[in-house]
């Protein structure tokens, strides 16, 4: 329902950091589930960083546990993803989506809203690149 725009990727070397931002026209971020996630060639997209309505209700992926932070700051009705010591892992397409009312592990799980999403709510994605 709600068009979220993803920006902010990049190149970097291994042990970079990039800041990913969601945006949103209309709507006040503030009061959705954002979701980050990731797809790499050959690889099944996979959820990286949720955070629910509540700062405090948030989730990370295993791989980017104690690397990435994802935060919110309503007054820019904005959600960043904090990536830091970026992996060769990390590379990827990186997209946000939002929904209305989710926990944030499951939202990111492999089973959550956004695994029936359409192409009209993943859009473009932000491509991070990590070179050596």
């Known amino acids: 329902q709600v068009q979220v725009v993803a920006s902010g990727g990049g190149e970097v070397q291994p042990g970079g950091s990039l800041r990913l931002s969601c945006s949103a026209s209309g709507v006040r971020l503030e009061d959705y589930t954002i979701g980050w996630f990731r797809q790499a060639p050959g690889k099944e997209r996979e959820g990286v960083s949720c955070?629910?309505?509540?700062?405090?209700?948030?989730f990370y992926a295993d791989s980017v546990k104690g690397r990435f932070t994802i935060s919110r700051d309503r007054a820019k009705n904005t959600v960043y993803l904090q990536m830091n010591r970026l992996k060769t892992e990390d590379p990827a397409n990186y997209y946000c989506?939002?929904?209305?009312?989710?926990?944030?592990?499951?939202?990111?799980?492999?089973?959550?809203?956004?695994?029936?999403?359409?192409?009209?709510?993943w859009g473009k994605g932000t491509l991070v690149t990590v070179s050596s």
């Open positions: 989506v939002a929904g209305r009312g989710w926990e944030s592990t499951y939202y990111c799980s492999d089973v959550g809203p956004p695994t029936h999403y359409g192409t009209d709510s």
């Open positions: 955070l629910g309505d509540s700062d405090s209700d948030t």
